[in-house]
């Protein structure tokens, strides 16, 4: 079975940065990141295909996030840039996708999340 392991989160001042990391078990075909705010649904943020890396953005995101890949080490990375205070979530990991691939339904694989805070 797969297991996702996230790490990266903290807290940042606004336009500042952060990297996130989630660590694969196994070999996995997709790669998504969701994010959830307090009193909020459960959105996507980020997604990739492993095979070629090709990258998908939620609009909220776009120009500012930038997921990639490391395939020797079954990683991917969500670099965070010019945060803002309305970025401020819970951040999960997913994998393997069964349809959408910014759907939090359509994903098998879940991490334990990791926390983001921006302060303005």
């Known amino acids: 079975q797969v297991q996702l392991v996230e790490s990266g989160g903290g807290s940042v001042q606004a336009g500042g940065s952060l990297r996130l990391s989630c660590a694969a078990s196994?070999?996995?075909?997709?790669m998504a990141w969701f994010r959830q705010a307090p009193g909020k649904e459960r959105e996507g943020v980020a997604a990739?295909?492993?095979?070629?890396?090709?990258?998908y953005y939620a609009s909220s995101v776009k120009g500012r996030f930038t997921i990639s890949q490391v395939n020797a080490k079954n990683t991917v990375y969500l670099q965070m840039n010019s945060l803002k205070p309305d970025d401020t979530a819970m951040y999960y990991c997913?994998?393997?996708?069964?349809?959408?691939?910014?759907?939090?339904?359509?994903?098998?694989?879940w991490g334990q999340g990791t926390q983001v805070t921006v302060s303005s």
């Open positions: 196994g070999y996995i075909y997709s």
């Open positions: 990739i295909y492993t095979s070629d890396g090709s990258p």
């Open positions: 997913a994998a393997d996708s069964r349809g959408g691939l910014l759907s939090p339904t359509d994903y098998t694989y």
